[in-house]
Structures are given as structure tokens and as C-alpha cells.
């Protein structure tokens, strides 16, 4: 037999973070009798007087969010990281070890208004959005050193507000996944004399196959190592290095692929399509005066949704003990996003 990826089992690989993952495009025809569960019927009020997200009404902490008109930023009032707090001792013990973890965690509303998101918001207050993200990313990249901006979208990502914000924590120390990116980038840029993720941008605007937007700033595409079931990654046709980085026609070209984007996404099982989406680009703080040529802004958007609104991909048993798999091939993911129309369905 010939080995053909849309059939066979093979394993990718993932350059960014040195991992396998394991593809089984056979395990997509078998039947299903797995899980289902009932889509939400999502019917959200403009304004929520319980909400703690909306304007004039008094959070849990006892802070009143005041009647903003545009996007809105605060403190997170139960934050994961502090600013100030007392440190642990240094140790060098291999088996036992603590840092010091210092940051901060703030909230940013898109809107002031509940029932609205990027398909049924202007072009102009998605760009304003942006601006936003890039003005907290180096607000913040001045004293940390690293900033993630991230959104849960959906009650199956945990986002218990239906409120349109996201989050940015900035912390002190270099998490975990930029940690494995940042050596892996380095690494690549060492060996051949240029950034990986724009030779990535170069290779997959000559194949095509896995590209579901492209324009004359970015092309958002399901990477070839893609875990998630659609997957996808926004990566910059010129290199920029940092959100900060971005000029105005990337910024106002971002906001119409975001809102392309999310419109297929939305499209593929008529349903708000849950997801954690974030960016990640060169590291901030101290490290601004360090050489960051190795690395590419680039954002990531991980839907756990399989075959339909309610069947969602759960990476247990095999994901969390041996290796990532997925069944669906990043090209037929693709392929089926890129399908999808670019506005959203009524």
C-alpha cells in the first residue's frame, strides 16, 4: 500500500515546542458513541444589571464598573498573580524548588454592550480592540517579562461571563509554553539564520493546502502539527516581532481577518464556537534590550469542537499519559474552515 496522510496514521512533528503528534485520519470513519451534550441556547441581554462586566453595576468585590463606551480595563479583582507579597527562600535542591512569582492580572471589555462580538461589531471598534491589546501588551511589557493576552470563549472553555472581554496576566518569570518556544526559536534561528515562523509563512503560502485566510498582511492557517481539531495560528506576512510592533495596516487588516475568522468558525455548526485564543511574541521587561530576531508575533486559536456543536475533542487517557492525537488531518480541518463563508450565518 502507499502511504497516504488522509488515511494512514503518522506522527508530526512540532518545531516550536519539540513535540510529536499523533495523526489517525482512520479513527474519523468509525461510528460515534461517544458523549453529546445539548448546545446552550444562547440568548444574551444587551445589558445584565447582575453582570459585573457591564456598566454601573457593583462587582463582587464592591468596585463599580463605570459606564464605559468602548473597551474598558481593570485590575482582576480575585487575581492568580500580585505585584507585591513576600518571596521564598532560594533553593537548590534538585527535587524541591521555589521561585519568586510576582505580576499582575487585568480584565479587558471589548464593548460596552453584552450581546454583540467581532462578526456583529464595526471594523472600527475591532481595530479599537486591538489597540487596546497592544497598548496593555507595552504598558505592562515595560516591567514584566512576559505578557499574555488570552480569551476563553463559551461555558465548555470555562468562560462563565458572556460578557465580550478577554484577560491579560504579565508575570515576572517566562511561562512554560513561550519557555519551550523561546529555546526551540533560538535554536532554529542559530542553525539556519532565520526566523522559523516566517519560513513557515513562506511554505505554506506555496502549498496552500492548510491556508484558511489569507490577505495582504496575515494568513491564518491549521498548522501541519495541529492538536486541536480546528486548530488554527494568525501569523504575519511581514515579521513583526511583538503585537507592539504591528503598524496600522496590520492592525486594521488583523481586525477584519479576526472577524473573518470567527464568522467560519461560528459557521462550521451554526453555534457560537467556543475557543481559547492568545498571542505570543517576543519576550518583554528585561529582555527588550536583548536580539529577539528569532522570534515572530504570531496567535493561536485552540476550539475543542469535533463533530458537531455539542461533540468536543477531550484530550485524556493517551493525550495526557503519551502524546497528543488527533484523528481529523490539519488539511481536511482546513479545508473545511476555508469552505465556511466569511459572514457569519443569521
Known amino acids: 500500500m502507499t502511504f497516504n496522510p488522509n488515511e494512514h496514521q503518522h506522527l508530526r512533528y512540532n ?15 468509525r461510528p460515534w458513541t461517544g458523549q453529546t451534550e445539548k448546545p446552550a441556547v444562547e440568548k444574551v441581554p444587551r445589558f445584565d444589571p447582575s453582570n459585573p462586566l457591564c456598566p454601573g453595576v457593583i462587582r463582587a468585590s464592591g468596585i463599580q464598573t463605570p459606564k464605559y463606551e468602548s473597551t474598558y480595563v481593570f485590575t482582576n ?12 527562600e532560594h533553593s537548590d535542591d534538585p527535587l524541591f524548588q521555589t521561585r519568586a512569582a510576582k505580576g499582575t492580572c487585568r480584565v479587558i471589555c471589548y464593548h460596552p454592550h453584552s450581546d454583540v462580538y467581532f462578526t456583529n461589531l464595526s ?4 481595530v479599537d480592540i486591538i489597540r487596546e491589546w ?25 468562560c462563565s461571563n458572556p460578557h465580550p472581554h478577554c484577560q491579560i496576566w504579565a508575570s515576572s518569570f517566562l ?14 534561528y542559530d542553525k539556519h539564520g ?68 470567527v464568522a467560519k468558525y461560528d459557521n462550521i455548526f451554526k453555534c457560537n464556537f467556543p475557543y481559547s485564543m492568545g498571542w ?29 456543536a455539542s461533540v468536543k475533542k477531550f484530550m485524556v487517557g493517551y493525550e495526557m499519559l503519551a502524546q497528543s492525537q488527533r484523528d481529523l488531518t490539519a488539511e481536511k480541518a482546513a479545508a473545511v474552515l476555508r469552505e465556511q463563508p466569511d459572514l457569519r450565518f443569521e
Do not use: C
Not at 511561562?175 to 532554529?188: A, G
Not at 505570543?280 to 469535533?306: I, R
Open 15 to 29: 518545531p516550536l515546542k519539540d513535540e510529536w503528534v499523533l495523526v489517525s485520519p482512520h479513527r474519523a470513519l
Open 77 to 88: 479583582d480575585f487575581p492568580a498573580l500580585l505585584e507585591e507579597g513576600p518571596e521564598p
Open 123 to 126: 471594523l472600527g471598534q475591532v
Open 134 to 158: 497592544i497598548n496593555q501588551t507595552r504598558e505592562l511589557g515595560k516591567r514584566f517579562v512576559w505578557v499574555q493576552l488570552f480569551e476563553n470563549r463559551g461555558a465548555m472553555m470555562g
Open 175 to 188: 511561562p512554560n509554553e513561550p519557555r519551550i518556544k523561546e529555546l526551540n526559536l533560538r535554536k532554529y
Open 194 to 261: 532565520r526566523p522559523m515562523l516566517q519560513d513557515y509563512v513562506k511554505r505554506e503560502l506555496q502549498n496552500k493546502e492548510r491556508i484558511v485566510i489569507e490577505n495582504e498582511e496575515w494568513i491564518v492557517v491549521v498548522p501541519y502539527w495541529a492538536v486541536w481539531p480546528f486548530e488554527t495560528m494568525v501569523l504575519p506576512k511581514r515579521q513583526i516581532q511583538r503585537f507592539t510592533d504591528a503598524d496600522g495596516a496590520q492592525i486594521e487588516t488583523l481586525a477584519k481577518t479576526l472577524q473573518t475568522l
Open 280 to 308: 505570543h511574541g517576543a519576550p518583554t521587561g528585561e529582555k527588550l534590550k536583548e536580539n529577539q530576531a528569532h522570534w515572530t508575533f504570531h496567535g493561536l486559536y485552540y476550539p475543542p469542537l469535533l463533530r458537531s
